[in-house]
C-alpha cells in the first residue's frame, strides 16, 4: 500500500461513514479528505510558494505556462462536454459563462505573458507535451468520453479548487512580474470562488445519489487530478525528469 493510499484509508472508507461522522460535510468535503496527502501537497507546493513570493524562476514558469496553455485547449473542450450532459439549463449557462471567462480573460493573458517571456508563437501554438501533460489531458477526455455528468466533474472540480486553494493562499503577496501577480489575481477573486463552490455543489448534490459504486470511481478521478496536478507543477521544475505519471485508475 502506498503512502497516498494509507492516508486515505485513515479517512471513513464510505461516504455513508464520513456523512455520520461529520454531520456538515458534503461529498466533496469527503473527497477532498480521501485525497490526502496529496491535497495539502498540491496546494502547498514549492511551485505556488514561489510564485507568490516573486522568487519563481523565470524559465521555470515559461516552461509551465506553455504546457498550461496545450492544457487549457483541453479543458476547455471538457467543459464543452459538461454542458451538454449538465441536467439542466441552469447548469448549462453557468458552464458556458465559465468557457468565457477560459477562451477570453485567461486567452489574452496568455498571449501578454508569453510576449513578455519571449516565447514564440510557434513553440505555444504546438508544444511537445510532457507526459505530466498528456497524462492529464488524457485523464481529462476518458473522464468525459467514459463517464456521465458526475465523472466529468470529479476531474473539473479539483482542477480548479487546487487552484483557488493555493491562491488564496499567497493572494496578500505582490509579486513584481506581471504575470505572476495575475494568475494569482485570476484565482483569487470572489468571481471564480462563487464558480468553485457552484462546481462543489453540484458534486455535492450528484455524489449524495450516486451509487456506492460509482461514488468510488467518482472518488479514483478525483485523486487522480490531485497526483497530476502535483506532476504538472513538479515537471515545470525538471522537464525531462522521471515522472511517476502512468498510475491510472485502479
Known sequence: MTRRDADAESQPGSFEEYAEAYETAGFTDWLRERA??????????????????DNLDDEVFRRYLVQDYAFVGTLVGVFGHAVGDAPTMESKSRLVDFLGTLTADENDYFER?????????????????????????????????????????????????????WANTVEDESPSRFYLAEWIDLHANEEFEAFVEWLRDELDREGETASPRRRRRIERLFRRTVSLEIAFFETAYDPDGAMDVAGGEK
Open 36 to 53: 490526502q496527502p496529496e491535497w495539502s501537497n498540491a496546494t502547498s507546493h514549492q511551485f505556488t510558494r514561489e510564485l507568490g513570493t
Open 113 to 165: 505573458s508569453f510576449e513578455a517571456l519571449d516565447v514564440p508563437e510557434a513553440e505555444y501554438a504546438d508544444p511537445e507535451l510532457t507526459p505530466a501533460t498528456q497524462a492529464f489531458e488524457d485523464l481529462l477526455e476518458r473522464a468525459a468520453r467514459e463517464g456521465g455528468y458526475a465523472e466529468t466533474l470529479a476531474v473539473l472540480l479539483p482542477a480548479e479548487w487546487i487552484y483557488l486553494e
